[in-house]
């Protein structure tokens, strides 16, 4: 069981272009989450979905957009990349979205240039 | 706003104890996680306290406090795999986790 799958793992991409950061999970979880993570500062979750066909705003949702057409998947993407969009990010699930704790993916590092 | 506190950095030595601290002010509570993070790995789940007092789970055991809005993580037998980043997490009254910047416990031998 793989458990939650990001990709890529880095990638360096120049400002401008549109970037989508892959995230897959293999235990039929309800809720996932996108987190970004920056040096100082806590996860900052970006947009979640509570169940697949809805998503909500997180704390920093702007220049970000999620879709959640089936249970396993949660693309995250970046219409058009920034330089302040350089971070790690963070898929993560669990079972409902009011129960048990969050399980993360590996993460994924993106430098925008 | 919402806010949770924790000190930056510990460092401690191997075999000792050490508890990291975290205060939090948050629009609800619905519960406090402790997760650890390895330097460039993913957060990995520690714990969970929904109501006050400790739980324990092997070396590591975690303390609640909702009135004083206060929990630590209390680290026994210090082994040098234990140097990490320690997250504190609450859960607010959406379920949604608001995240301390995290604790770097560097164990020295």
């Known amino acids: 069981i793989a458990g939650i799958t990001q990709a890529p793992t880095s990638q360096i991409l120049a400002a401008g272009r549109r970037m989508t950061l892959r995230c897959t999970q293999d235990?039929?979880?309800?809720?996932m989450y996108w987190y970004r993570q920056d040096l100082g500062l806590g996860l900052r979750l970006i947009h979640y979905?509570?169940?697949?066909?809805?998503?909500g705003k997180g704390e920093v949702p702007d220049g970000y957009s999620v879709s959640r057409a089936n249970t396993d998947d949660f693309p995250l993407t970046l219409a058009s990349a920034v330089p302040s969009q350089t971070s790690v990010y963070f898929c993560?699930?669990?079972?409902?979205?009011?129960?048990?704790?969050?399980?993360f993916g590996e993460g994924s590092r993106l430098t925008v240039l | 706003g919402q806010n949770i506190d924790q000190p930056t950095e510990m460092t401690a030595t191997e075999g000792a104890i050490v508890q990291i601290n975290c205060t939090y002010q948050?629009?609800?509570?619905?519960?406090l996680f402790w997760y650890q993070q390895h330097a460039g790995e993913a957060p990995t789940f520690l714990s969970y306290?929904?109501l006050d007092g400790l739980e324990e789970k092997g070396r590591f055991s975690s303390f609640l406090s909702r009135s004083k809005g206060y929990s630590y993580l209390l680290l026994k037998e210090l082994q040098m795999k234990d140097s990490a980043s320690y997250l504190c997490?609450?859960?607010?009254?959406?379920?949604?986790?608001?995240w301390g910047a995290g604790t770097k416990l560097i164990i020295k031998p």
């Open positions: 993560a699930s669990r079972t409902s979205p009011d129960t048990g704790e969050l399980f």
């Open positions: 235990m039929r979880h309800n809720a």
């Open positions: 979905s509570n169940t697949a066909g809805t998503t």
């Open positions: 948050t629009s609800g509570f619905n519960g």
């Open positions: 306290n929904v």
């Open positions: 997490a609450v859960q607010d009254s959406n379920y949604q986790l608001i």
